[in-house]
């Protein structure tokens, strides 16, 4: 159980200790250590940390950071503004180390985000089709590339190879991204899917070209297996109400429910949406 009242949750992480770590629109985090069956406040939103609504959360164990993207509150139209921004947290304290805002024009949506062997964090941006890079030792993003395609783009992550992949969650599709040499964005490649997926979101890596997906407004979690340019779909799990992250710990995969419904849908907003819980899905 997530320890919080209309918590919201969009994107879920985990460290190898089984350690589970999540968001809310409310833009405080919670974690649930080793063993334990609920997922307490950890960090508060702080005029240090510039935490708005919390998108993607990514745990970075090489590099001991917590990845956040910040976000402005996508259901609360209230005063000037506010940019989205990639922020890195210690992943031991919670403490701000870094904070990168998404560069403007146009006003980004920091979704998701993924680190590469070589420790460059790449975070996607939903509605304007791009994706960002963060180098070591650099102090702001970088456009590793743009492309109508990409409009929609939400979960990305990392092969064992290397080869990038990311989801579209508007258009419904997965896609291969090349990665040229000089650490820009090449040619994109949508694979062929062996069913029909609703909303992909959160992506995340098994091993090899095996990776766990998230569908949304589908309510599901997916095994993927990529082979060539075909991606096999393995359902793993069906009835979730918005189902917008998952994690993997050992075998068993961990999914947050969203509720977004309780958000957009006129009928139920303002309703109480109940408990917000992670369930644990055995991938054998």
Request: proline fraction near 8%; charged fraction near 25%.
């Amino acid at each position: 159980m997530i320890d919080g009242t209309r918590v919201f949750p969009e994107s879920i992480t985990s460290t190898s200790d089984g350690t589970v770590i999540t968001g809310s629109m409310a833009g405080i985090i919670y974690r649930a250590l080793p063993g334990e069956s609920v997922a307490r406040p950890w960090i508060q939103p702080t005029p240090e940390n510039g935490l708005l609504a919390v998108f993607g959360v990514l745990a970075d164990e090489r590099s001991g950071t917590l990845w956040v993207c910040s976000v402005p509150n996508p259901f609360e139209r209230s005063g000037e503004p506010a940019d989205s921004a990639l922020v890195a947290l210690d992943l031991a304290t919670g403490a701000p180390k870094g904070r990168y805002p998404f560069p403007a024009p146009p006003r980004g949506v920091c979704n998701d985000i993924a680190v590469a062997e070589d420790g460059t964090v790449y975070a996607t941006d939903t509605p304007n089709g791009r994706i960002f890079t963060l180098a070591k030792g650099d102090t702001e993003l970088r456009l590793f590339g743009q492309d109508e395609r990409l409009n929609g783009i939400d979960g990305l992550a990392f092969a064992e190879d290397g080869t990038l992949y990311v989801n579209n969650v508007r258009a419904n599709t997965l896609l291969r991204v090349e990665v040229r040499e000089d650490g820009t964005m090449g040619a994109l490649t949508e694979l062929e899917l062996s069913q029909p997926i609703a909303g992909p979101d959160g992506f995340r890596p098994i091993e090899g070209h095996r990776f766990l997906l998230a569908e949304g407004p589908g309510g599901r979690i997916d095994e993927v297996i990529i082979e060539g340019d075909r991606a096999t779909i393995r359902v793993l799990r069906e009835g979730l109400e918005s189902s917008p992250g998952v994690t993997l710990v050992g075998d068993t995969a961990y999914a947050i429910e969203g509720k977004i419904g309780y958000l957009i849908d006129p009928q139920r907003s303002g309703q109480d949406p109940g408990e917000f819980r992670i369930h644990a899905i055995p991938l054998r």
